[in-house]
Nanobody, 118 residues
């Protein structure tokens, strides 16, 4: 059984920073791509950033230059450093990873709320 557990959400003023972390646990054989998605009220879930096991990153245009995704392969963790936060960044942020256990599939965390006040 595999679990993804996020931490680090909260309330911050516009222009502030937050750091999200996500830890994968369980009988993991291999983790490929890890990343973060977000879903604001009334909107579809959207990609924020991804990172491969080799360290290649991909960001949505809306967060480029403000957010940084990183991972620790030894600890099976992925983090998202969010700087210069804007009210439109308010959403539930979900950790996502492609993990090989008995077979490979995508897993999701439970989500963590990020609220940016103006």
């Amino acid at each position: 059984q595999v679990q993804l557990v996020e931490s680090g959400g909260g309330l911050v003023q516009a222009g502030g920073s937050l750091r999200l972390s996500c830890a994968a646990s369980g009988s993991i054989i291999r983790i490929n791509t890890m990343g973060w998605y977000r879903q604001a009220p009334g909107k579809q879930r959207e990609l924020v950033a991804t990172i491969t096991s080799g360290g290649s990153t991909n960001y949505s245009d809306s967060v480029k230059g403000r957010f940084t995704v990183s991972r620790d392969n030894a600890k099976n963790t992925v983090s998202l450093q969010m700087n210069s936060l804007k009210p439109e960044d308010t959403a539930v942020y979900y950790c996502n990873a492609y993990i090989t256990y008995l077979s490979g599939r995508w897993y999701w965390g439970q989500g963590t709320q990020v609220t940016v006040s103006s």
